[in-house]
């Protein structure tokens, strides 16, 4: 709808909303939460100046947060304490803090914000992303880990090599923004994996729209004050009621969700029934009835709207470092053209072998995180970490951005794009780094269940890209490091490349 929110997933979308709901809900606790601190013999930790009832409002970024919450790490340190009119939220800027939190203390910090207008009235509750930890959640998260976790997204190859060979055609001789491209290519991918050929070919185009305008009605929700959010009873008035608008959204999301959550489970199931259902994760876990039918739906059901432009913008951020790199991307096509043959677009098999594209990827992944503020956990009680009290209901952001840029983690150049870091030939304890394919996800609880998709789509993507094309900027467009990036919580820039055999 708007072009801010343009690459922002569900996912992300809807716990950035939270927050901006958060900033209003009116509570009179900074002063409390102060009190509680100094009776527990902790102290909350420093963070921007706080004022009575209003907290740190004042001094709260009116947008791209994810710099304003890097240059406080700078002036406060590790933990940083924020008070949005008794909201408590603190920004985590250290990876021992975050893995201290949300993994060894995953019990209590692993909760998610809730609204309700999003998740009640609209009907977006159910997703995986905004569920509170309970049996659900757990049965959910663990159908994803065996549907697309380590040991079985190989056997997905044949449908990854056929949004491959699409993809690869539609950069033939492009020239522009490729985003679009990857981004339909990914749905289409993720769509037909979770439902199958058939239905996509009957239902897909259905399927990608609801999808596609509930983010961006969420999103568009999400960047506005809604009275709802301050009293939730007002949910019962009727749709009738002057004023009532957010019920009038709340049926037209519903309607979305109808599609998103019950629409292809149920063209699986039909097809199922006549026995013409061919391969997907619904039909395959559907026959083994291993979990129950209303979680197994609702686990695929999220696929799209979590994966999608997440993963085409790890994509393009990577076309964009081998663009800004020219040197680089040379060295991946010297590497290319040794190992496999000019022009051989690799197997997964292949690309094990390719050290320099596994190293700039890694980089990039670092470089750029797709996610810098990853997803809000929510604190399920009150806890004192380091001497600093956390409220109950405390925002943890995890700066997974500021973290990995870290100096004290990836040494005196980590602002500087440096794939020698990821190769043991210039880094003999490049082994000693912290796993690149895991912190860029998460953490704890909520770790994000598709990063081994996610992982097998972006390199097999990005190397089929650089066997197949040399990445240039535009005729006439001179890139730098420092291209402005979208405001949103997935961190894209629309940078415009041109691809040349
Ligand atoms: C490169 C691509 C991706 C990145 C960088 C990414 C990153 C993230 C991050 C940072 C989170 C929040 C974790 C936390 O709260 O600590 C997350 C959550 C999630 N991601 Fe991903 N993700 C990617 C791709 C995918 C894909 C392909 C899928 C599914 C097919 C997916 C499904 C999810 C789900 C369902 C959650 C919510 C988990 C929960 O709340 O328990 N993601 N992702």
Redesign the pocket.
Known sequence: MTTFFKPL?A??AW?LGAIAVSFVAIRIASNTNAAKAKRSGASLAPGPKRWPFVGSVLKFPKSRWYESFSSWAEEYGDVVYVDLMGIPMIVLNSLDAIHEL?EKRMHIH?N?PHTTLVCDIMGFGY?????QPDKE?NE??RI?QKA?GPRVVGEYDHFLNRGCSDLLQRLDGFSGEPFDHVLKV?GEL?TR??YGNHVFDEYGAELVKANIEGVELVSWVFSRLWVVDIIPLLRYVPAWFPGATFQRIGIQARAYVQIIRHGGFEKVKAAMAKGIADESILSKYLMEESASEDNLRD?VA???A???D??A???TNFLYAVALYPEWQRKIHDEMDRELGRGHVPTAEDIGKLNIFNAVMKET?RWL???PL????VSAKEDIFNGYYIPKGTMLH?N?GYVLRDKRIWGPDSLEFNPNRFLSKFNPTFDDLPDIWSV????????????Y???R??LQYASAILATYEVLPCEGEQLTPNEPFDDAA?RYTSIAFSMLV
């Open positions: 997933s996912t992300h716990a949300t692993s998610r997703t995986l992303t905004l569920k959640l959910q998260r994803l697309i990914l993720l994996l979770a686990a999220v696929m799209y979590t994966g999608v997440s993963t913008t790890t994509i992944l995180a797709t996610v990853g997803v809000p956990h995890c997974i860029p996800f998460g953490f704890g609880r909520r770790i994000c269940p598709g990063r998709i996610a992982q789509i972006v997935i």
